[in-house]
């Protein structure tokens, strides 16, 4: 069974920066596109980056541009959310998930295997 295990949450002050991690336990999965959603309380998940399956095309959703930045190594079977600049309006879980497609999607329900997710807090 494969699995998806984020790491890299936490809290931090407003302007400060994180890092996530996503490991995937089946290198078969380096062949599909990824992608970082997350989830405030109340409210709907949202893609926020997504890559395709080899690294040469990105998406972000407009309210993380030029602050967020998704990156992945195949050869680790890893992927990477670099975030500087949070603000309050970031704080979620983040999930990250792979896709049965091999180009950037950014719908939930073109992802299928999900991981358990990782708290992000940000402080004003």
């Known amino acids: 069974q494969v699995q998806l295990v984020e790491s890299g949450g936490g809290l931090v002050q407003a302007g400060g920066s994180l890092r996530l991690s996503c490991a995937v336990s089946?290198?078969?999965?380096?062949?599909?596109?990824m992608a970082w959603f997350r989830q405030a309380p109340g409210k709907e998940r949202e893609c926020v980056v997504a890559?395709?399956?080899?690294?040469?095309?990105?998406y972000q959703a407009d309210a993380v541009k030029g602050r967020f930045t998704i990156s992945r190594d195949n050869a680790k079977s890893s992927m990477y959310l670099q975030m500087n600049s949070l603000k309050p309006e970031d704080t979620a879980v983040y999930y990250c998930?792979?896709?049965?497609?091999?180009?950037?999607?950014?719908?939930?329900?073109?992802?299928?295997?999900w991981g358990q997710g990782t708290q992000v807090t940000v402080s004003s």
């Open positions: 089946a290198r078969s999965f380096n062949a599909y596109a």
């Open positions: 890559i395709n399956w080899s690294g040469s095309s990105t």
């Open positions: 998930a792979v896709s049965s497609f091999r180009d950037v999607r950014t719908e939930t329900y073109d992802y299928h295997i």
